[in-house]
């Protein structure tokens, strides 16, 4: 399910803000695992470079998740999703990864390696899930150095949470869900940007 589709979800429901905040900071946490497996499946040798602040931002955003969440006093009633895999989401994600492919490649030809991070965090908009593929596969295919497209999936990953910020409030409408979140969004990047820094100067 998309996040979007989440924060439908706790809108209709009415739920608590801090453990709405919660589980949108869990779904973070799958973000960034899964973009990490992505490297480590196609790109390997990228990880050198990003294990650790993709580690960082992940156990942060656990820790902010579990503080969020609370006590659990009243059981609340299931929320109502669509099913997690649709043939349209597979499609939207074929999609993606062979437009951001073809235009980070142009971008990293015609501007060097600033340019396809500069198409990563746009991709961050949309899909960091299909930004990451595309950089692993231009890893494999030798069109982009294992450093960038590290430095690319850490970049990709910070702008897919952020960006998650205003979709919750327009669906919610929620102050109190919005900041607790976005306080929560923050550290979490700032633990991978700390980590990030910490590797490049470790990896110049």
Same mark, same amino acid.
Request: aromatic content about 6%; cysteine-free; proline content about 3%.
């Given at each position: 399910?998309?996040?979007?589709?989440? +924060?439908?979800?706790?809108?209709?429901?009415?739920?608590?803000?801090?453990?709405?905040?919660?589980?949108?900071?869990?779904?973070? =946490?799958?973000?960034?695992?899964?973009?990490?497996?992505?490297?480590?499946?196609?790109?390997?040798?990228?990880?050198?470079?990003?294990?650790?602040?993709?580690?960082?931002?992940?156990?942060? +955003?656990?820790?902010?998740?579990?503080?969020?969440?609370?006590?659990?006093?009243?059981?609340?009633?299931?929320?109502?999703?669509?099913?997690?895999?649709?043939?349209?989401?597979?499609?939207?994600?074929?999609?993606?990864?062979?437009?951001?492919?073809? *235009?980070?490649?142009?971008?990293?030809?015609?501007?060097?390696?600033?340019?396809?991070?500069? =198409?990563?965090?746009?991709?961050?908009?949309?899909?960091?899930?299909?930004?990451?593929?595309?950089?692993?596969?231009? =890893?494999?295919?030798?069109?982009?150095?294992?450093?960038?497209?590290? *430095?690319?999936?850490?970049?990709?990953?910070?702008?897919?949470?952020? =960006?998650?910020?205003?979709?919750?409030?327009?669906?919610?409408?929620?102050?109190?869900?919005?900041?607790?979140?976005?306080?929560?969004?923050?550290?979490?990047?700032?633990?991978?940007?700390?980590?990030?820094?910490?590797?490049?100067?470790?990896?110049?």
């Amino acid at each position: 399910f998309s996040v979007l589709e989440l +924060a439908s979800a706790f809108g209709r429901e009415s739920r608590d803000a801090g453990r709405a905040a919660s589980v949108l900071m869990v779904t973070n =946490v799958a973000m960034v695992i899964r973009n990490t497996l992505l490297l480590a499946i196609f790109a390997p040798k990228a990880l050198t470079v990003s294990a650790v602040p993709l580690a960082l931002m992940a156990a942060a +955003a656990a820790v902010i998740a579990w503080l969020l969440s609370g006590k659990q006093s009243e059981k609340s009633a299931p929320l109502r999703m669509s099913s997690l895999i649709s043939f349209m989401r597979v499609a939207k994600f074929s999609l993606l990864f062979l437009v951001i492919a073809v *235009v980070g490649t142009l971008a990293q030809r015609s501007f060097g390696n600033l340019g396809f991070l500069v =198409v990563s965090a746009l991709g961050g908009l949309v899909s960091s899930a299909s930004t990451t593929a595309s950089a692993a596969t231009l =890893v494999m295919d030798g069109k982009l150095s294992p450093l960038t497209a590290g *430095v690319a999936t850490v970049l990709t990953s910070a702008i897919s949470a952020l =960006v998650r910020l205003p979709l919750v409030h327009q669906q919610t409408r929620s102050r109190e869900l919005t900041w607790k979140l976005g306080i929560g969004t923050g550290a979490m990047i700032a633990f991978g940007l700390a980590g990030s820094f910490g590797m490049w100067w470790l990896h110049p």
